[in-house]
């Protein structure tokens, strides 16, 4: 229960600063998100300019904020790209293993902020469920993985035709990144600072808010935890189920359930209003 005037912060020249700061890092998120695309595409050999990349990521993170779920834009970049290259299965493949080297990603940011800030291990709830998702999406994504790599598995569609042979490009694209180490380490350091950018973005958003017990800790901790959360496809893109994963992570740490729930809609509405480029 609270007034709809709580989720609105008091404007200030601080204020304003901070919004400023949250919205060009959220930029710089959907630039380094588009990198760590084209860096896919390197592996697989695709070649595609990184500003038209930007342009069909953009259109995506818009059609994903409309949109049941957060990735409701997928569908949009595969399509936009395949057009552009004509290399639909390799370009469903790099959309795919964009997305799971990111969620691989996730789970460690999460470990590490728990790591470095021992006071956060001890919140109960929260810590246990967010160190759940962190452990969970792990040991799924390379169960998932494992498999797309392997020849009994993943490779018995290599060579299919119709809707199977997409399934066999992704198989394809993780048997490319395994035999090239150094394509698959230019991937994971892409998605590291996308996500780490994000993270960032939602400690300036805070910090406009006021919100000085959401640092940067805090976040990296419980914030890779509620990007989980909110790709779930029981929500709008993701609202409601976001504003709730803040409230259950941020009120241990004496947030008012209004400002967590202002935090997931200025992070929403920042993503909208970049991805409107």
Same mark, same amino acid.
């Given at each position: 229960?609270?007034?709809?005037?709580?989720?609105?912060?008091?404007? =200030?020249?601080?204020?304003?600063?901070?919004?400023?700061?949250?919205?060009?890092?959220? !930029? *710089?998120?959907?630039?380094?998100?588009?990198?760590?695309?084209?860096?896919?595409?390197?592996?697989?050999?695709?070649?595609?300019?990184?500003?038209?990349?930007?342009?069909?990521?953009?259109?995506?993170?818009?059609? =994903?904020?409309?949109?049941?779920?957060?990735?409701?834009?997928?569908?949009?970049?595969?399509?936009?790209? =395949?057009?552009?290259?004509?290399?639909?299965?390799?370009?469903?493949?790099?959309?795919?293993?964009?997305?799971?080297?990111?969620?691989?990603?996730?789970?460690?940011?999460?470990?590490?902020?728990?790591?470095?800030?021992?006071?956060?291990?001890? !919140?109960?709830?929260?810590?246990?469920?967010?160190?759940?998702?962190?452990?969970?999406?792990?040991?799924?994504?390379?169960?998932?993985?494992?498999?797309?790599?392997?020849?009994?598995?993943?490779?018995?569609?290599?060579?299919?035709?119709?809707?199977?042979?997409?399934? $066999?490009?992704?198989?394809?694209?993780?048997?490319?990144?395994?035999?090239?180490?150094?394509? *698959?380490?230019?991937?994971?350091?892409?998605?590291?600072?996308?996500?780490?950018?994000?993270?960032?973005?939602?400690?300036?958003?805070?910090?406009? !808010? $006021?919100?000085?017990?959401? $640092?940067?800790?805090?976040?990296?901790?419980?914030?890779?935890?509620?990007?989980?959360?909110?790709?779930?496809?029981?929500?709008?893109? $993701?609202?409601?189920?976001?504003?709730?994963?803040?409230? !259950?992570?941020?009120?241990?740490?004496?947030?008012?359930?209004?400002?967590?729930?202002?935090?997931?809609?200025?992070?929403?509405?920042?993503?909208?209003?970049?991805?409107?480029?």
């Amino acid at each position: 229960s609270f007034d709809v005037s709580d989720l609105v912060p008091e404007w =200030s020249l601080t204020t304003a600063v901070w919004l400023s700061v949250a919205a060009v890092l959220t !930029l *710089a998120g959907i630039i380094l998100s588009a990198v760590r695309w084209q860096k896919v595409l390197d592996a697989l050999e695709i070649r595609a300019g990184l500003p038209r990349l930007m342009s069909h990521y953009m259109a995506g993170q818009f059609v =994903s904020n409309v949109l049941p779920t957060t990735i409701g834009g997928d569908v949009l970049r595969v399509s936009r790209l =395949s057009r552009d290259t004509g290399e639909s299965p390799g370009t469903f493949a790099s959309v795919v293993l964009e997305r799971l080297t990111g969620w691989l990603v996730l789970p460690v940011i999460t470990i590490v902020g728990f790591a470095v800030n021992p006071g956060l291990r001890h !919140l109960g709830t929260a810590t246990r469920l967010a160190l759940g998702l962190a452990v969970g999406t792990l040991v799924l994504l390379v169960a998932v993985l494992a498999a797309a790599g392997s020849s009994r598995i993943g490779g018995r569609f290599a060579t299919s035709a119709g809707w199977r042979r997409f399934v $066999g490009a992704v198989h394809l694209g993780v048997d490319r990144l395994r035999s090239d180490p150094a394509a *698959a380490a230019n991937v994971l350091v892409a998605g590291f600072a996308y996500q780490l950018a994000l993270v960032l973005a939602a400690v300036a958003a805070a910090q406009a !808010l $006021g919100l000085q017990a959401a $640092g940067l800790t805090a976040l990296l901790a419980f914030f890779p935890a509620v990007l989980i959360a909110q790709v779930l496809p029981i929500s709008m893109a $993701g609202l409601g189920v976001r504003e709730g994963a803040f409230v !259950l992570f941020l009120t241990p740490l004496g947030v008012a359930q209004q400002d967590a729930i202002a935090l997931g809609l200025l992070l929403y509405l920042l993503n909208l209003l970049v991805s409107l480029l």
